[in-house]
């Protein structure tokens, strides 16, 4: 008898104290729900109206009479009807963008309003938050919209987009390079960055298209380490460039060059300046050649000026994120480029585009081949007939 009334003693103890902490726990959750009002712990619920969001943004710039009609190029930096292609096309691809309903039934954000969030930080290089009193869309659904939409750029419209030139392409950059005086010319090449930052290596047209884009060396670099580390002429080296021939002066060229500035070394597919040219010949090349190379400014500053994002501080955004962003802005720049027509109505639609990459079982070349493809790029004396070439022909077809 003694043993069961200490077994139910020690029973009720356990019991009170199961009690007592069942207890603290209700009145625990009871304050956590009474304060935040969600399912998630520290979730606040702001009732925004993403409905009545939605069709004030259809109604300002997508509808049949639409408020702003006129001012959509100026605000989303194209055309509608490119717009809304983008707008497609990444919707088809991440579901993420697809409108959905919850759990009873209310709509969630739209397309346009993610997208349009989306647009609105990239152009106006402002804060996540800051697209929230318009679009209707939380600063955290911002970014994540900002992130997916960069990278559904990146799959949908790289290839076609942001592609090395194909046959079509280099037989009209040389058409274009024997026009301005300089034949074999395949565009103008630098290395972005005036102050510390993450570096921008491109290569340009005439008609600012972005051909190469090598983004994410520290601004503490100069151009010679940023081309040490860039694979611009790796496709040329491993033998895989597309064929380029070209006369100047009677003297056969089968290896295209770049108009770059006097920083860079002296090498074959490189064509620069005179530092202080001596001589009527000198001086109107080197004013040929300084006034095309300015190409590749200008399409740094139409880039810069259709997204902003690009030109001021972006301390919130890691390098990853930064890198997506870099590489869409460019896509969607050269989208500009080729709606608006400045691409001079030439063939992007495909049917010159590279054929899909397989696996191939043919012999490679050899090593001595790279090697010696690589000392031909680098060479000094290919560098000075070049220009010597150069320079006469320009005096020969203009200076005379």
Known sequence: ????????????????????????????????????????PGHRIIRRGRVEGHERLYHDYFAPNCVYDAFFRRRFRMGRPLFLRIVNGVEQYDPYFVQTTDAIGNLGLSSLQKVTASFRILTYG???????????????????????FVQAVIAVFGDEYLRPPNNNDIARLLAIGEQRGFPGMLGMYTGHCHEPTIILEAVASQDLWIWH??????????????????????????????????????????????????????????????????????????????????DVERAFGVLQARFAIVRGPTRFWDEETLAYIMKACIIMHN???????ATNDNDFDGSGENPIVQVSHVHTPEFVDFIQTHHQIRSNASHSQLHYYLIEHLWQRYGQ
């Not at 008898?1 to 902490?21: T, V």
């Open 1 to 40: 008898m003694e043993d069961i009334l200490h077994f139910d003693e020690d029973s009720d103890d356990e019991w009170d104290l199961l009690l007592a902490e069942t207890k603290r726990e209700e009145e625990s959750r009871s304050k956590r729900r009474n304060k935040h009002r969600g399912s998630v």
């Open 126 to 148: 402002t804060p996540a938050d800051s697209v929230d009193e318009y679009v209707r869309i939380g600063e955290s659904t911002a970014i994540e919209s900002l992130r997916r």
């Open 213 to 294: 884009a090598f983004f994410g060396l520290p601004g503490s670099l100069n151009d010679i380490n940023v081309l040490e580390r860039s694979p611009v002429f790796a496709t040329l080296t491993e033998g895989r460039a597309p064929p380029i021939n070209y006369r100047i002066n009677g003297h056969d060229y089968t290896m295209g060059y770049y108009l770059a500035d006097g920083i860079y070394p002296n090498w074959s597919t490189f064509v620069k300046t005179i530092p202080c040219p001596q001589g009527l010949k000198r001086k109107h090349y080197a004013a040929a050649q300084e006034s095309i190379r300015k």
């Open 335 to 341: 989208m500009i480029i080729e709606d608006e027509g």
